[in-house]
């Protein structure tokens, strides 16, 4: 059955520094998400991407965090200088048709923060 | 603002037990409504989707109903089983398909 995968799955990082998430959607999917869950709190959405563009973003997603899909195939995510609240797990999701469609999502990259 | 609450935070049942895990939500003018499962440090695992229009989506032993005027959903374990024990977690589609998430139900059952 496919499904979305993520690399990679933990990720240490020193405050300030860049790093990228990256996600392999289910292939025939055209809508792609990040979400991330903060350990202990709801799972938060950060950005919903469709046709090379940001469809929505909400208050977390600032100017320091970017989006891109690089090729056919992969979909990443971009924190340019990390800081310590940026510590948490982040989900990729991908829907096929539309955005009211069943949201598949991965297995999630835990990424650290020191 | 699109609030979803779970209730209860925790449960812990015999195996074999029937149970409800209640979902409510603040705002009646949704799109679509999903159950997702976690299990410990793991990603979210699709249970069911509930279209706006519908009223309630069966599989195997699941069942999610969906009451829009009162702002309600549940999900119904039928038979539970050790290996149902995960979070189960309920999300609203807004316009745009962002999804909200309520806090989860962590469900145990015990053998």
């Known amino acids: 059955e496919p499904e979305v995968t993520q690399t990679p799955s933990h990720q240490v990082t020193q405050m300030g520094q860049e790093v990228i998430l990256r996600c392999v959607p289910i292939?025939?999917?055209?809508?792609f998400y990040w979400y991330r869950q903060i350990l202990g709190q709801k799972v938060e959405f950060l950005v919903s991407f469709y046709n090379n563009e940001i469809s929505e973003k909400s208050e977390i997603f600032d100017d320091q965090f970017s989006v891109e899909r690089p090729d056919g195939s992969n979909f990443t995510l971009k924190i340019r200088s990390t800081k310590l609240e940026d510590s948490a797990m982040y989900f990729c999701a991908s829907s096929e048709v539309n955005y009211q469609e069943t949201q598949y999502f991965g297995p999630g990259t835990r990424l650290l923060v020191l | 603002k699109q609030e979803v609450t779970q209730i209860p935070a925790a449960l812990s049942v015999p195996e074999g037990e029937n149970l409800v895990l209640n979902c409510s939500f603040t705002d009646s003018a949704i799109y679509n409504l999903q159950w997702f499962r976690q299990d410990p440090g793991k990603g979210l695992t699709s249970l069911l989707l509930i279209q706006s229009s519908q009223r309630e989506q069966t599989s195997g032993r699941l069942n999610a109903s969906l009451d829009k005027s009162s702002g309600r959903s549940t999900l119904y374990i039928a038979a539970s089983q050790p290996g149902d024990s995960a979070t189960y977690l309920c999300?609203?589609?807004?316009?745009?398909?962002?999804?909200?998430f309520g806090q989860g139900t962590e469900l145990s059952v015990k053998p």
């Open positions: 292939s025939n999917h055209l809508y």
């Open positions: 999300a609203i589609y807004n316009q745009g398909g962002k999804l909200i």
